[in-house]
């Protein structure tokens, strides 16, 4: 729906999310359904939020990379179809 709450992975600028996320016929506005942001590159200098969020940025060679690493500093099985969406998004990045 488009009141549900989001993380945004692998970018944060405006013009790279789905249609869906900036719509302006959506209930609540992206800066208000964003909770987190987990990338490997530079935040986007148009990024705004409404409220204070999770935010991982590392200069790693993909974001696939920091997700893993939370499975792993959280002790979390990382399911076998998880892992493999990773590993192509690293492959792929």
């Excluded at 359904?33 to 409220?51: C, E, M, N, P, W």
């Excluded at 969406?85 to 690293?90: D, G, K």
Aim: charged residues 20%; proline residues 5%.
């Amino acid at each position: 729906s488009d009141t549900s709450d989001i993380v945004l992975v692998d970018h944060t600028e405006e013009k790279q999310m789905v249609p869906s996320l900036t719509s302006p016929k959506a209930t609540k506005h992206i800066s208000q359904r964003v909770v987190g942001v987990i990338d490997h590159h530079a935040l986007a200098s148009s990024f705004q939020t409404t409220k204070p969020i999770f935010i991982d940025l590392r200069p790693w060679g993909s974001m696939s990379t920091i997700v893993g690493v939370h499975f792993l500093s959280q002790r979390k099985f990382l399911p076998k179809n998880l892992a493999t969406l990773l590993l192509h998004a690293i492959l792929s990045d």
